[in-house]
């Protein structure tokens, strides 16, 4: 089956500084990437997303990199906040897998005051 | 307010009994989907739905059932829960676009099976 990984599970980073969380999968036929962002006791919230046909997308303080050749996938927040802590989700879709959608298990960020 | 709701948030039930959790959008969404989150597992899709009447299975279909049968509602029926059920399930919509663009998520069904 399909297999999303982020790399690491927890990171903490200083409030102001800049994050990045990573996420690897492994179907090169995947069309679709999302990040999404989940606090305590809430459902997952869309962030960004990125399709294949892209490297590189920016929102507001958040920009997402991919990487088909290496499959990565990357989100980068800029001056990181408090309200930024929470777990971060990368997920994929490929039209191989009948637009089936494939988490990573999280990153869980905290942003140090 | 666009929303994707479900019910109930909380659920305490026994092996076997069977249990329907709602879910309705207020967006129009043609796609709709079911997940459950596990700790170290992340989200896994149970089934989804393309449009009405059109349902496939996720990654984790065993022991789940759906049905579409108007574009608003994706209910999840379990027939017979058993404790490896026990998990938080969240119910996503999104656009017409194949399944390929944002999905709004509800706020999550705790279920606790004995």
């Known amino acids: 089956g399909e297999s999303v990984g982020l790399h690491l599970p927890t990171l903490s980073v200083q409030e102001g500084d800049n994050s990045i969380i990573n996420c690897a999968y492994s179907n090169s036929a995947s069309d679709y990437f999302i990040w999404y962002k989940q606090e305590s006791g809430k459902g997952p919230q869309f962030i960004i997303d990125i399709r294949s046909n892209m490297d590189k997308r920016q929102g507001q303080r958040v920009t997402v990199l991919l990487n088909k050749t290496v499959k990565h996938l990357s989100l980068q927040i800029a001056a990181t906040q408090p309200g930024d802590s929470a777990v971060y989700f990368c997920?994929?879709?490929?039209?191989?897998?009948?637009?089936?959608?494939?988490f990573g298990t999280g990153t869980s960020l905290t942003v140090i005051p | 307010e666009a929303q994707v709701t479900q019910n109930p948030r909380y659920l305490i039930t026994v092996t076997g009994k069977k249990l329907t959790v709602t879910c309705s959008q207020n967006m129009n969404h043609e796609y709709m989907s079911w997940y459950r989150q596990d700790p170290g597992l992340g989200l896994r899709q149970i089934y989804y739905s393309m449009n009405v009447e059109v349902t496939d299975k996720g990654d984790v279909p065993e022991g789940y059932k759906v049905s579409r049968k108007e574009k608003r509602n994706f209910p999840l029926i379990l027939e017979s829960p058993s404790p490896n059920q026990t998990s938080l399930y969240f119910c996503a919509s999104s656009p017409p676009s194949g399944g390929l663009d944002e999905q709004f998520f509800g706020p999550g069904t705790r279920l606790t099976v004995l």
């Open positions: 997920a994929e879709s490929a039209a191989n897998t009948g637009n089936q959608f494939y």
